[in-house]
């Protein structure tokens, strides 16, 4: 099957996207989609770090079998319009891990589209996101989570913190909830702000510069998207791409 | 060592100072004591360099060098250190990272070599023994879920780890019980007191006084420093109070 047209901006999961880099993607990406099916009780769990000089989209479709686990980070410091998309099928008991960073500069708009159905009951889902951005960069987190009638015991979270280096730069978070069990957790949490600027203060009177108190503070913000990666070289993997982006920011 | 002369400073438009003059020498530990709203803090942010103070007037000269000219961690890595009133919590960083990493800047601004994880560790290790604090506090987010003794002392650890050549002290007893108070007090001696390092000890009360034994104490009111005299000044201060000595 193929998609004949683009989205709009009318679309709702494509509210705050870059259309202009979208279209320089080209229609045939949005047909570009991984599919990964986790089988009963299997543990998975992949990080990746996203972004290169030109648009990237990532589609991936994952359905987690019952007691099932799946984990999945991404640090998305895209150069250009890089948008990472993923629809999550919940069976019984099964869990879906998922820490996002989007970070850079330079005007470009960076994303997480998430689509998180707990079908059954006793699945749980935990989303965290940080974003950090400067140089009217934008950053968005747009996380659907759907409950089905019978999804009792469903405990979803949702949880995305902004941090921005200078006016001109954004943040949007749309939480979406679709319940339709009663016997349900769902939390969601929103912020965005600028960087705390007594603690940047602090840092620079015991000796440290401006761009390495930047580093730090920065670094243990976008650290509460990692926390649930076990593997200690995978999650310095993805920091360090992060804070690799952060050079040339905004001081 | 501190050279401040007739120092003006706003804060926002409002004059804080008001030619603030005062001579620190090496070996000198001076207590700045004072009435609320005196501008003490004001002295204290001044010559750290925090963002939102103007300096309008007067000059500070550090080790013969402009201290006003220099950013907040090039005063740092020349030789100041600032306790902090309030020290500032830091979620998800931890002492050790910190302090290793500005220790480390101080001493790559200095020309000297970085100190190892080992040699860090040992060195943090003494610093809070030094002040009755559990290494294992250190290993903790920079004063997450310290206590206001806690803080106070984890303050006194930092001068110890970065060995400063001066140190400014901004009411480092508020909020510390007796023993606490002891402790830190005996850390000062330990950490500062030395014929080649000298304190600006900020304070409302003669207790910690009792336990660093001030050379000199100046009376800061109304943005200057209105009288100076022998560790006796603190005593009738803390006798007969600021309008009686003051007249």
């Not at chain 1, 349900?184 to 108190?213: I, N, Q, S, W």
């Not at chain 2, 002369?5 to 001579?23: C, F, R, W």
């Not at chain 2, 740092?76 to 902090?84: Q, R, T, W, Y």
Request: aromatic letters at 6%.
């Amino acid at each position: 099957m193929t998609t004949a047209t683009l989205p709009t901006r009318r679309d709702e999961a494509w509210r705050y996207a870059d259309m202009d880099g979208l279209a320089r993607l080209g229609v045939a990406a949005l047909d570009q989609w991984k599919d990964i099916t986790l089988a009963p009780g299997e543990t998975r769990r992949h990080a990746m770090v996203v972004g290169s000089a030109a648009p990237e989209l990532h589609r991936i479709r994952l359905t987690i079998g019952e007691g099932a686990r799946a984990e999945l980070f991404v640090t998305n410091a895209g150069g250009d319009y890089t948008r990472v998309e993923v629809e999550v099928r919940l069976a019984k008991g099964a869990h879906f891990e998922f820490g996002g960073v989007t970070i850079g500069g330079a005007g470009v708009t960076r994303e997480f589209v998430t689509q998180v159905v707990h079908a059954e009951p006793e699945a749980t889902s935990n989303q965290t996101v940080r974003a950090v951005h400067w140089a009217g960069a934008t950053g968005n987190f747009l996380g659907e989570i759907k409950v089905a009638r019978h999804a009792q015991k469903t405990d979803a979270a949702q949880d995305f913190k902004g941090l921005l280096l200078e006016a001109g730069a954004s943040a949007n978070a749309v939480p979406q909830l679709e319940i339709f069990a009663d016997d349900v957790k769902c939390a969601h949490g929103a912020t965005v702000g600028a960087l705390d600027e007594a603690a940047r203060f602090y840092m620079m009177a015991r000796g440290l510069d401006p761009a390495t108190a930047q580093r730090l503070l920065v670094q243990a913000f976008i650290g509460d998207a990692f926390v649930a990666l076990e593997d200690e070289a995978e999650r310095e993997t993805l920091l360090d791409a992060a804070l690799a982006a952060l050079e040339g920011a905004k001081l | 060592m501190l050279i401040i002369d007739n120092l003006h400073a706003s804060v926002g438009d409002k004059p804080i100072l008001k030619g603030l003059s005062l001579t620190v020498p090496a070996g000198e530990v001076h207590a700045i004591m004072g009435p609320n709203g005196a501008g003490k803090s004001t002295l204290t942010n001044v010559l750290g360099g925090k963002p939102g103070y103007e300096v309008t007037a007067g000059s500070v000269t550090f080790r013969g060098q402009d201290l006003l000219a220099l950013e907040p961690h090039e005063r740092a890595a020349a030789g100041l250190f600032l306790g902090f009133q309030y020290p500032v919590e830091i979620p998800g960083v931890s002492n050790v990272q910190f302090l290793r990493e500005a220790l480390n800047a101080q001493r790559k601004a200095r020309g000297e070599e970085p100190l190892s994880g080992g040699e860090f560790l040992k060195l943090a290790k003494d610093k809070a023994a030094l002040l009755k604090m559990d290494m294992e506090m250190l290993k903790r987010q920079v004063n997450v879920g310290f206590s206001g003794g806690e803080k106070k002392r984890a303050e006194m650890v930092q001068m110890g780890i970065l060995d400063p050549a001066f140190a400014v002290l901004d009411e480092t007893d508020s909020g510390l019980d007796i023993d606490a108070l002891r402790i830190v007090g005996a850390g000062i001696n330990a950490i500062m007191r030395s014929p080649d390092k000298a304190v600006l000890l900020i304070t409302h009360y003669q207790r910690l006084l009792d336990v660093v034994a001030p050379d000199k104490v100046s009376i800061l009111a109304g943005g200057r420093i209105v009288e100076t005299g022998g560790p006796e000044l603190a005593l009738r201060l803390e006798a007969e109070g600021y309008d009686a000595v003051m007249a």
